[in-house]
């Protein structure tokens, strides 16, 4: 379980970092942030790329800037930065919701998001987060500059994403929900466990409290996270406490082809929304 | 003997070092050679079954810092197969169970055939594990892959494909015996009859620190080896039986190990093959195992299916009890007999039990090999009679308690003989006080207002509450294999205490330090106990079989009482008077002249009498295995929608006997019941149809972490053993064997309106799910 021989290149900037993947186009590399899901496929021998280039030195990519309408999170935030700064990003705590229940500890201290949601595992909870969030994808190459993709347009399948091969992740921009309550629920076998099943919603409201927007994602149930809510009909104009969310869950999860993975969708559909009305976290 | 020290909660003399993190594990060891040593790695089978047509070892010997490169047939003309370390099964033993059990051998390494996932088939040494694992993914092997066996129940079916040609119908040990102590009534109307099959799943102990040794050659042609097992005679003597070494030229050493639970007391190829490099090579090698290859190689356990049938009258009074289980022991196991008959007596229970029929059959099949598994046989004994016990309850309607009371042993009972001897020959019987008051003590430790309680905070109706219980038995100290303690006194005073077995946890070297200080009659802070050393003592086996309190501790004692004596004896002979007594601190001559340890010790170096007194061997060798009975009772939460279970609260009421301290052995029940925990909910090795192994890494192979385990409440009832001189019983292995039946219980019970009846371990949230699903339908 020794890593097999590589080469490693670290950089100090953006710029440093592009020009590497650009001078390498055809070398088989990987680009390292946390690792937490990198060297492990390497210890195992399921991947042996010959360079890896180690962003974790680059300035300037491990914040996160407030703006009026949307927070900018560099892709090197560990995930226990999120965790952190809770407090400071109520209208996204959401994310720390998420963030709790990746691995442990040692695991959320190095984990990066840009890692996560470059890797985009389809049980993963922090892609999933970001469909949910409609944030935008700021990726960077040589040749193509920066350019901005959409969260919808971003996951393709498992460990697929539609970054070009010589691009890098450089930062996530996600809008600042306005009266949008959140719910959270994943299944895993232990605390910290890849999810069996996972679901997050939004609920927006009007300024008379009735619906005006859901979306719900899904992840661990399908190739990749996938948004459920796109297409279904949708108890817009409600009241909250007129919805039958049970209901809502059941035809949301429909669409999911496995029969087991469609039935725990059901469950944590329900539960997020559950908790997006309530505020109650449930016990699982 | 006074009792200063045994039975205080004394903390351990291991923990500073645990703490700070300065423990030397075998990782340590080898680490600390830096250059001097060099580092081996196996290639391991991917096929579960094939003929090597080839290996080519050539690139990958020329691989700059590369050693050496062996394939298994090439190290097979340096070293023979490991035959059983069995001294032959006890007569007595073997006709009152019918066993029978084709010997085999075992090649240290793989030679033409592969038979398992893992098996190494060629070895590198090279200056660094790095460099050896580049050179392993140089080396080509060409597989001709055969089908294999994986399946328990079609490996004993005609036809099956062979995993060792010597053993047909892949059948490695048969057991069967029948008592029939009082005839069943004629007319079996009325009377309940319960059948099912219970499964408890492969799974494997999972040691934090996997296997590991280092070899390195003496000047004298001799051996020194640190090898992180159990045993360190056992591995000596494999060895030398392996390479025709002498015995007296290898001397093997068990560092500190980071838990080993029946996994470290086998013996591996890997533990021949590296001293025989060192010795080729004529340098250090250390081989320190992945955990990739302890989850595929190093061995594994239960794995078992029971057919049963119990029948009990409309009371709920025990009839008869039949079982004919199969235990998958996958390529080898050398322990089989230990864990097949044990399997079959622990059926038994702690219940009267009149009429009994048992079969047991251990199968070879293409996965990693098997060894005594923490409670080897027990856990897996108590899952199917206590699911019965309950299944029966059921049909009946009365309480999972109220039957276990009408057919439990009780005060009037015990002792108790079962008419069939044990592995050492002797008899069986239940060295017992009261089994019905440990049922009592159990129901206690989760009080019916607790339960209540829970059950009303509970809002959530997915989430339902239950309550299981559960009892076990099991045999502990058996012999017939001794133990020995070499007790000397040094000229400082202090007294040296030698043992034999390797330690990882147990805390032998503060609880056998309570022993000899109360023996000795001086402060605990003068002995130092030392273990694991071959050359420490004349006689020793292995830290299992929850036998080293009862033998080592006995040996202990008997060294040191026979160390006084022999001092007694001296002084009487050097100062010429009869009149010498032991007393706290020393010994009094004459009534007045009082001798402090520290002055015996300077006559050993100063006068000319002699320096034989000062050291003394105990020996011990039980006459018959000492019980000890257990009560399990688990409150878990079961959420309906999701099939997740959680274990809320967690008892054991115990009767072993007084704790030589008693932080250490509840810390062996709270630590076994943590594994028992991960047996009951969530570890289930797995291989394919082909024979691949499917959770070959800790994502995969779940075990429990601190957030599945709640505090574990305990309750000893203490009953004073008569087969040793320390009278205690043994306790490592009470932990596991009740919780996967006492879990099940409860999960039943959580689910009952749903008609939910668990009949395997461990018990997933898929599964729990589908068993809903399967109820409804």
């Given at each position: 379980m020794k890593l097999p021989a590589f080469e490693w290149l670290p950089v100090k900037t953006v710029a440093e970092c592009v020009e590497a993947l650009s001078a390498n186009e055809g070398v088989e590399l990987k680009i390292i942030a946390g690792g937490q899901s990198l060297l492990p496929l390497m210890a195992l021998g399921m991947a042996s790329p010959a360079l890896l280039v180690d962003v974790n030195g680059v300035e300037g990519l491990n914040e996160v800037v407030e703006r009026d309408d949307h927070i900018e999170i560099g892709a090197l935030v560990r995930h226990n930065q999120l965790l952190a700064r809770a407090d400071r990003m109520a209208d996204f705590n959401i994310l720390s919701t998420a963030a709790r229940h990746i691995g442990h500890v040692g695991i959320r201290n190095r984990g990066t998001l840009g890692g996560s949601v470059s890797h985009a595992d389809p049980a993963s909870e922090l892609p999933a987060m970001m469909l949910l969030l409609q944030a935008t994808m700021v990726c960077e190459s040589k040749a193509g500059g920066v350019r901005s993709i959409p969260s919808d347009d971003f996951f393709l399948g498992p460990y697929t994403?539609?970054?070009?091969?010589p691009e890098m992740l450089t930062k996530l921009l996600i809008p600042r929900p306005v009266r949008t309550k959140f719910g959270f629920s994943e299944l895993a076998a232990r605390h910290g466990d890849f999810a069996a099943a996972g679901a997050a919603v939004a609920i927006s409201y009007s300024q008379g409290d009735r619906i005006e927007g859901i979306r719900a994602v899904t992840f661990a149930t399908n190739p990749k996270p996938t948004v459920v809510s796109a297409d279904a009909a949708l108890p817009l104009g409600e009241k909250a406490v007129s919805v039958s969310w049970t209901e809502l869950a059941k035809s949301l999860s429909s669409s999911i082809s496995d029969g087991r993975k469609r039935e725990l969708a059901k469950v944590m559909l329900s539960r997020a929304f559950r908790q997006a009305v309530s505020g109650v976290e449930n016990a699982y | 003997m006074r009792n200063l020290y045994v039975g205080q909660p004394i903390d351990r003399v291991e923990d500073p070092k645990i703490l700070c993190g300065s423990l030397q594990y075998i990782g340590d060891l080898v680490s600390a050679q830096g250059d001097d040593c060099l580092h081996a790695a196996f290639l391991r089978s991917s096929e579960a079954s094939a003929k090597i047509l080839r290996i080519d070892t050539t690139t990958a010997a020329k691989r700059p810092g590369v050693h050496v490169v062996l394939t298994g047939r090439e190290v097979s003309a340096f070293i023979k197969p490991v035959r059983e370390q069995?001294?032959?099964?006890?007569p007595d033993f073997q006709a009152a169970l019918n066993i029978e059990c084709p010997p085999i051998s075992v090649d240290c390494m793989a030679i033409d055939r592969v038979r398992y996932v893992g098996e190494p088939i060629a070895v590198v040494v090279a200056e660094s594990r790095y460099i050896a694992e580049d050179a392993l993914r140089d080396i080509e092997v060409e597989y001709d892959v055969t089908s294999p066996v994986v399946d328990a129940d079609e490996a004993l079916s005609v036809g099956a494909p062979l995993v060792h040609e010597t053993t047909p119908q892949n059948a490695a040990i048969r057991v069967a015996f029948e008592r029939n102590g009082e005839p069943l009534p004629h007319d079996l109307t009325g009377c309940i009859v319960v059948e099912s099959t219970y499964r408890m799943a492969r799974q494997t102990?999972?040691?934090i620190e996997c296997r590991g040794l280092m070899a390195g050659p003496r000047e004298d042609g001799g051996m020194d080896i640190w090898n992180a097992t159990q045993g360190p005679q056992i591995v000596r003597r494999v060895l030398c039986a392996v390479t025709d070494w002498p015995i007296e030229s290898v001397r093997v050493m068990s560092p500190d190990i980071g838990g080993a639970f029946g996994q470290k007391a086998n013996v591996y190829g890997e533990e021949l093959v590296i001293p025989l490099l060192a010795k080729r090579i004529g340098r250090k090698i250390a081989w320190i195992e992945d955990r990739y290859e302890n989850l595929v190689s190093a061995t594994q356990g239960r794995d078992q299916i029971h057919r049963v049938r119990l029948t009990t009258d409309r009371k709920g009074r025990i009839l008869k009890w039949e079982d004919d289980f199969i235990v998958d022991l996958g390529v080898y196991n050398f322990s089989r007999i230990g864990v097949v008959t044990n399997t079959a007596v622990h059926l038994l229970g702690a219940y009267r039990v009149p009429n009994v029929r048992i079969t047991g059959v251990g199968v070879y099949t293409n996965k990693a090999p098997s060894s005594q598994f923490r409670g080897a046989g027990r856990p897996e004994a108590t899952f199917a009679l206590e699911r019965s016990l309950d299944a029966a309850a059921r049909k009946i309607g009365m309480s999972i308690w109220a039957i276990r009371e009408l057919n439990i042993l009780k005060e009037s009972d015990l002792p108790y003989a079962q008419g069939i001897p044990y592995r050492d020959g002797s008899p069986i019987v239940y060295d017992g006080k009261n089994y019905l008051k440990v049922l009592n003590e159990a129901k206690k430790l989760i009080p019916a207002d607790e339960i209540a309680k829970i059950t009303e905070g509970t809002r959530n109706p997915n989430l339902r509450i239950g309550v299981g219980v559960a009892t076990c038995m099991e045999a502990t100290g058996r012999g017939p294999e001794p133990e020995t303690a070499r007790v000397t006194l040094q000229a400082t005073g202090r007294l040296m205490i030698k043992t034999g077995v390797g330690v990882s946890g147990q805390s032998h070297r503060t609880v056998f330090a309570q022993v000899a200080a109360d023996a000795a009659r001086i402060p605990i802070d003068k002995i130092t106990v030392t273990t694991g050393d071959s050359d420490g003592v004349p006689a020793s086996l292995a830290s299992i079989a929850s036998r080293s309190a009862v033998l080592v501790g006995s040996a202990v004692l008997l060294g040191v009482e026979a160390l006084v004596e022999q001092i007694t004896n001296k002084l009487r002979e050097a100062f010429g008077t009869e009149s010498v007594e032991h007393i706290d601190g020393g010994f009094v001559l004459d009534r007045q002249r009082t001798m402090s340890w520290e002055d015996v010790g300077k006559l050993v170096d100063e006068s000319n009498i002699g320096r034989d007194f000062a050291e003394a061997v105990g020996k011990f060798v039980p006459n018959a295995p000492t019980w000890i009975m257990g009560a399990h009772v688990a409150l878990v939460q079961v959420d309906v929608e999701t099939g997740v279970t959680k274990v809320l609260c967690y008892g054991v009421a115990h009767e072993g006997s007084h704790s030589l301290n008693p932080r250490v052995a509840d810390g062996q029940v709270r630590g076994g019941v943590a594994q028992g925990i991960g047996s009951a909910l969530l570890e289930a090795f797995k291989y394919d149809e082909v024979g691949q192994p499917t959770t070959a890494n800790l994502a995969d192979y779940h075990i429990p972490s601190s957030l599945d385990i709640p505090s574990v409440r305990i309750a000893h009832l203490e009953v004073k053993s008569e087969l040793n001189p320390l009278g205690v019983r043994g306790i490592g292995e009470s932990g596991p064997i009740g919780s996967a039946a006492a879990i099940a219980s409860a999960i039943d019970d959580a689910l009952v309106d749903l008609g939910v009846v668990v009949d395997r371990a461990p018990a997933g949230f898929g599964y729990i799910l589908d068993s809903i699903i399967g109820a409804h339908a």
């Open positions: 994403t539609a970054m070009d091969e | 069995r001294a032959g099964l006890q102990a999972c040691p």
